[in-house]
């Protein structure tokens, strides 16, 4: 059990993460603010504080200060949005283990978390929560999927899962590891598209102490921390192509070295990637590694978008909307025909991710025991049904409702990406990450 602080000013997250972790077997105080976090950091040594990089009053790295301050060997993790990671690695150089990028995955940060804790202060196992179980569909689609899992998952082969954003890439490596001999050993993903340039030698094969400026200790890498299972690349195309170098070069010769070190260490993972783009064109392009590309092309599974299995759709509707309940303490038991009938129409151009958020509105909205087509939004609907939906609203619900419409139409344009999404919106990432908030829409 670690002795963790959570600093943060919005206390709605405190308390989801908090919840989580003591779940997980750790001991969690809050902080809202770098006052009530320097205070408990004075009456308390802790082993892991987690920040927020933007507080009201100071920083992350205020937080960083006084935590190292009173303990250096305490670990401290920075919390921040894509714009602040020009600052989270700062913060890293000044002594952070290391970073997270918002929305926060709480699996993520359990995964950071046990990856820096020493063994005496007692890891826990990364655990399966409802927010990576695999539902599997009913159409051929997924039938198929299901079946290239079962083939491909005894074997050591690498395997890259095609598919648009937002699909559930992740669900089905994290099934392929849960179905295969690994399955005992960790599965740790990475989101290249997050990986600053400066930083993804360290992430992938760790450092060691002194290796360069702020490496105040040594980290190893999540070639090490994978060892023995399975890692996930996750939008392999994002990554920068000298390191496409480095990585074919690990997963070729198993053998990995830490930045500073002459040692070689050997390691045993499989690899799995998922792109939402062509890699084959992008090698073309001369913007992905061809060598690389057929290292990792043994084994290909492709997930279709939504439109195309509709039989999947109320599969998943009813999975989301039982998660639902239980976030937000509602009894919603099924939804009316006028409503599947609206669902089953419309293409969903943001497929599970977007489905997800739908229904989460949905069920904050309903005031009945099933989901009404007026609970939907509104570009789901038809026009017939929209015009008698919105007869009630008054201006502010009309206003919102639109910039709503327009943040997710952003986000899906750009595939999900917060950066160009705000920079597309003319707002700062902290606008946009507050907006997803209000209006419950989940990027993960």
Known sequence: MAKILVVDDDSTFCLMLKTFLVRNGHKVTEAFSFDDARQAIQATTFDVVLTDFRLPEKSGMDVLAEAKRKNRDTIVIVMTGYGDIRMAVKAIKQGAYDYVTKPVNPEEILATIN??????????????????????????????????????????????????????????????????KRNSKPFVAIDCGALP??????????????????????????????????LFLDEIGNLPYDVQVNLLRAIQERKIK???????????VRIIVATNEDLLEMV?????????YHRLNEFTIRVAPLAERKDDLMVYAQWFLNNANREMGKNIHDFTPEAIDAMLQYSWPGNLRELKNAIRRAVLLEQSSSITVESLPTEIVSPSQKSSSTKTDNLKN????????????????????????????????????????QYGIDTD
Do not use: C
């Open 197 to 230: 340039r400066e930083l993804a030698a360290s992430e992938f094969f760790g450092h060691i102490k002194g290796s360069f400026t702020g490496a105040i200790a040594d980290k190893i890498g999540q070639f090490e921390v994978a060892n023995g299972g399975t």
């Open 284 to 292: 073309n392009r001369g913007t992905f590694r061809e060598d690389l």
């Open 258 to 268: 830490r930045i500073g070190s002459s040692k070689e260490i050997p390691v045993d």
């Open 398 to 437: 009309t206003k919102e409702k639109a910039e709503q419409e327009l943040i997710i139409a952003t986000l899906e344009k750009v595939k999900y990406n917060k950066t160009k999404a705000a920079k597309l919106l003319n707002i700062d990432r902290k606008t946009l990450y507050n907006k997803l908030k």
């Open 115 to 180: 990856n820096a804790l020493p063994v005496s202060v007692g890891k826990t196992p990364e655990t399966d929560t409802d927010a990576f179980t695999f539902i599997e569909g009913k159409s051929r689609y997924s039938q198929e999927v299901m079946r290239y899992i079962n083939i491909v998952a005894p074997t050591n082969l690498s395997v890259i899962i095609q598919g648009d954003s937002g699909t559930g890439k992740e669900f089905v490596a994290r099934q392929i590891h849960r179905a295969s």
